[in-house]
Every structure is written in C-alpha cells, then in structure tokens.
C-alpha cells in the first residue's frame, strides 16, 4: 500500500499510542470514555442562507439535521452544552433562529433492529425537475397530468409508467408554498379578528343590557317613592280638611240656633208688646198672654213684663 501512494505523491501518516483520536466531526477519548463534537481550528463553519434558492423542505430540515447530529456526537448534555455555541452563532448568520436542544438518545434493541422485516420496495421512477423559487407553476402536478394523459390505461406501457410508479423531488415550487403559507396566515389572523369582535360585541351587550336593568330598577324605585309621597300627602289633604269643615259645620249650627232663638225672642218680644199694649189698654192682666220659655240652661224665662209674672 505504501508503494501505491508513493507512486502517486501521496502520503500516508500513521501515528500509534494515542488516547485521544480526532475523525471528520467526532473526538474520541479513550481514556476518559468519552466522545465529543470536534471540527477543525481554522475551519469557519458555514450554513446556507435562509433566503437562498432552496426548496422548503431542504432549508426547514438544516437545523434540524445539525442538532441531531450534535446530539449523536455528545455524551451527555453537558458536552452538548459545551458544543453547541459554534453551531448556534453560525445558524444565526445564515438567518435561522430554530433552538437548538439536547435530545437524550434511546439505546436500540440490537436483537429487535435485527428481527425487523423488511419492507417490500416499490419500483418507483423519480423526477427531479430543477429547483427554482421563482417557478409559479407546480410543476410536479403538471408532469403527473401528462403522464395519465399519454400513458393511458389502454396503453401497454401503463404498467410501468403511471402515477403509482411516478414521483418527483418537489410536487410543489418554494414560491407555491410561500403563497399557501400567506392565504394560512391571513385566514388565521381573520379567524382571530373575528373571534375578538365577537366577544367584544357580546361584552358590549352585556354591559348595554345590565345598565338597562339597573336603569329600569332606579326608575322604579323612584316610582314607587313618588306614589307612596303621593298618598300621604293626600291622606294628610283630606284629614286636615274633614277637621275643618266639622268646626264651620258646628260654627254654623251654633249661628243658626242663635239667629233662630234671636228670631224667637223678637217674635215674643213682640207678642208681648202686643198683649202688654193690650193689658195696659185694658188695665189689667189676666195671665194667659205670658208665656214662658225653657231657656237653654233649664230654668224659665218670662217673655211678659207684667204684674202677674212671678219670674
């Protein structure tokens, strides 16, 4: 072997005794049992832009890719910690800001890994159209309608050429799918918007309508106030005017009998005069023209004034 690279100015380094072995992305630590994440001193570890002419998938399954592969090359979380900065700042760069975590690796069943059938494989023809972002076309759906165009049941080569056995790399194009996501997002942010209109609109209501009870109580309240003022102040009305008109009614009953028992009086005064003109005419007084009345505190009174009257 040595004699073959000679021939062609190549040569080969062959270092023994080592504890510790440096290959492609790995360190092994013999001694320490150990293995971490390794990359080269002067190496300036790159990524592809987020922004670069990359179908979806291809620039979604980057960080992804090399987290995994930082967890496979970590012992623990620890080691990974210590590692994974490089890695971070340089998807930073590239315009990624996925988050890198320690996934804990599951130990495999050798004897399980070993009695898995195999699954049967399909024969399947790829197609794998250049990439282009500014593609509008799908073309992955374009080529599958020409092949059930011109490749028929009717032909004979439908069995070999047909959807079932027919794939491509990408069905559809970055600027597609760019697209989808948009119509996604404003559907999402409409949802949302109406969802908030909704609930203010029912808050609204809400308030609208417990202000409109609290309305109509007070009104009521005041109402009923109103009425009850209402009332006593016309029981009081009429109370005081029945009290009233009892006094003028006694006021005028106590007039009455005075003007009446005036009246009286006048008439006996006069009846009196009469027959005292007539006695005195006469010259003598027989009695029979003397009247006596009751007066009102029982004792009699004489309405003559003449001889015969005791009174």
């Known amino acids: 072997m040595c004699k073959i690279f000679k021939k062609y100015n190549l040569n080969i380094t062959i270092e023994a005794n080592k504890k510790i072995v440096n290959f492609l992305d790995i360190s092994l630590d013999l001694e320490n049992d150990?293995?971490?994440p390794y990359h080269k001193p002067n190496n300036n570890t790159t990524y592809v832009n987020i922004s670069s002419n990359h179908p979806?998938?291809?620039?979604?399954?980057?960080?992804?890719?090399?987290?995994h592969r930082l967890c496979t090359n970590s012992k623990d979380e620890k080691i990974y910690k210590q590692a994974y900065v490089t890695y971070k700042q340089a998807l930073e760069k590239s315009g990624f800001k996925s988050k890198?975590?320690?996934?804990?690796?599951?130990?495999?069943?050798?004897?399980?890994?070993?009695?898995?059938?195999?699954?049967?494989?399909?024969?399947?023809?790829?197609?794998?159209?250049?990439?282009s972002s500014s593609v509008k076309t799908n073309v992955g759906k374009t080529f599958?309608?020409?092949?059930?165009?011109?490749?028929?049941?009717?032909?004979?080569l439908h069995k070999i050429i047909k959807k079932k056995t027919q794939s491509n790399s990408h069905t559809w194009s970055q600027r597609a799918v760019a697209d989808f996501m948009w119509v996604v997002v404003v559907v999402v942010v409409v949802v949302v918007v109406v969802e908030v209109v909704i609930v203010v609109v029912v808050t609204v209501v809400v308030v609208v309508i417990v202000v409109v009870?609290?309305?109509?109580?007070?009104?009521?309240?005041?109402?009923?106030?109103?009425?009850?003022?209402?009332?006593?102040?016309?029981?009081?009305?009429?109370?005081?005017?029945?009290?009233?008109?009892?006094?003028?009614?006694?006021?005028?009953?106590?007039?009455?009998s005075s003007s009446s028992s005036s009246s009286s009086s006048s008439s006996s005064s006069s009846s009196s005069s009469s027959s005292s003109s007539s006695s005195s005419s006469d010259g003598s007084c027989d009695?029979?023209?003397?009247n006596s009345n009751s007066g009102d505190d029982g004792g009699s009174s004489c309405c003559c004034y003449c001889c015969c009257c005791s009174h």
């Open 100 to 131: 890198l975590q320690f996934e804990k690796k599951e130990k495999e069943n050798d004897h399980k890994a070993n009695n898995i059938k195999p699954k049967r494989k399909r024969k399947i023809t790829w197609y794998n159209p250049p990439f």
């Open 56 to 67: 979806l998938g291809v620039l979604k399954n980057i960080p992804l890719g090399i987290n």
């Open 287 to 290: 009695g029979s023209s003397c």
């Open 213 to 256: 009870a609290v309305v109509i109580v007070v009104v009521l309240v005041v109402v009923v106030v109103v009425v009850i003022v209402v009332v006593v102040v016309v029981a009081v009305v009429v109370i005081v005017s029945r009290g009233g008109g009892g006094g003028s009614i006694s006021n005028s009953n106590s007039s009455s």
């Open 144 to 156: 599958l309608a020409l092949i059930n165009k011109h490749f028929p049941k009717e032909s004979k």
């Open 34 to 36: 150990i293995y971490i």
